[in-house]
């Protein structure tokens, strides 16, 4: 059992949360992730562990609403109780000196590179920060980023904030002005670490992406995270989250990650039905995920 001590929105369908995990928060390291289920019946959902403070014995979990699940923890209060907790899994990201780094964060998974961000820095590396949103208000941790940070760059699709570009404008940017990079983390929607891979692979820029394909049991046994990299099968949850970019299957990928959408929709107007909820939340869902 794990009390919700803090909950805060961040953004348009965006949580951030604060849990009791004590052995988790000491365990844990950089790019390591959690699987939760809200209750015995509840399905089971990877999230990043986006923080920790091992003397409180506490995790922090960020989110973003995108099917019952999700909508389902966005309601929950502090003094709720999630029933299982479990991790950290995965293996934690390789943390060296290596120069120079671009972590570049999109959307929610800026929530992921945190705490890989500061681990990067903590070990003396000149952090360059790419974050990218769709608009302004979807743009999450950018104080914390900057705090972490030697240089940060922001885009936004529709140029509400910052740059109106991609990320993978400034970072072709950075290369064209002969910037060295010494090794780049990308980290968001499955489209936009393919567009980042295929920016520094002509250069021979060390690229790791972090995958959150759909997972099951966390242990390597469903095969529900298979991902294609470098022509082989990997499982996300104990060979990953992290991959080489340049060898992921990212086609591959996007088409696992839409396998299930129509049973997940359904599965989300069942429950909101079933407890009274009115259908904001259900557009906010088909929104994020591109449904209508």
């Known amino acids: ?70 909508t389902q923890l966005s309601q929950m209060k502090v003094g709720d109780v999630i029933e299982n907790i479990v991790g950290p899994l995965g293996k934690p990201t390789h943390i060296e000196n290596f120069g120079t780094v671009v972590c570049i964060g999109g959307g929610i998974g800026i929530a992921p590179l945190f705490p890989i961000t500061q681990a990067l820095k903590k070990a003396g590396n000149k952090i360059i920060t790419i974050l990218g949103a769709r608009s302004k208000d979807l743009l999450i941790l950018e104080n914390e980023m900057k705090a972490i940070s030697d240089e940060t760059i922001v885009t936004t699709d529709d140029g509400s904030y910052g740059e109106k570009a991609l990320v993978t404008g400034p970072l072709q940017r950075m290369i064209d002005a002969g910037e060295r990079i010494d090794f780049c983390v990308a980290i968001g929607p499955a489209i936009m670490m393919k567009f980042v891979s295929k ?81 904001r939340m259900i557009r906010q869902a088909e929104n994020l995920s591109g449904e209508k």
């Not at 009390?3 to 009791?20: H, N, Q, T």
């Not at 099951?216 to 995270?225: A, Y």
């Open 199 to 279: 920016t520094t692979e002509p250069y021979g820029i060390p690229t790791f992406v972090s995958i959150n394909t759909i997972m099951i049991d966390g242990t390597g046994m469903c095969g529900g995270c298979r991902v294609s990299v470098g022509g082989e099968t990997k499982f996300a949850c104990v060979d990953g989250p992290e991959f080489d970019g340049h060898k992921v299957d990212f086609d591959e990928l996007t088409n696992r990650l839409h396998s299930y959408n129509d049973e997940e929709s359904k599965a989300l107007k069942r429950w909101n039905e079933a407890h009274g909820e009115g259908c």
């Open 1 to 70: 059992m794990h009390k919700i001590l803090k909950m805060e929105v961040l953004g348009p369908a965006v949580f951030r949360m604060v849990v009791e995990a004590a052995q988790i928060a000491r365990k844990r390291k950089a790019g390591q992730f959690i699987i939760l289920s809200i209750d015995e019946y509840g399905e089971r959902i990877p999230l990043t562990i986006a923080d920790a403070d091992s003397e409180a014995g506490t995790i922090t979990l960020i989110f973003q609403v995108v099917g019952k699940t999700t």
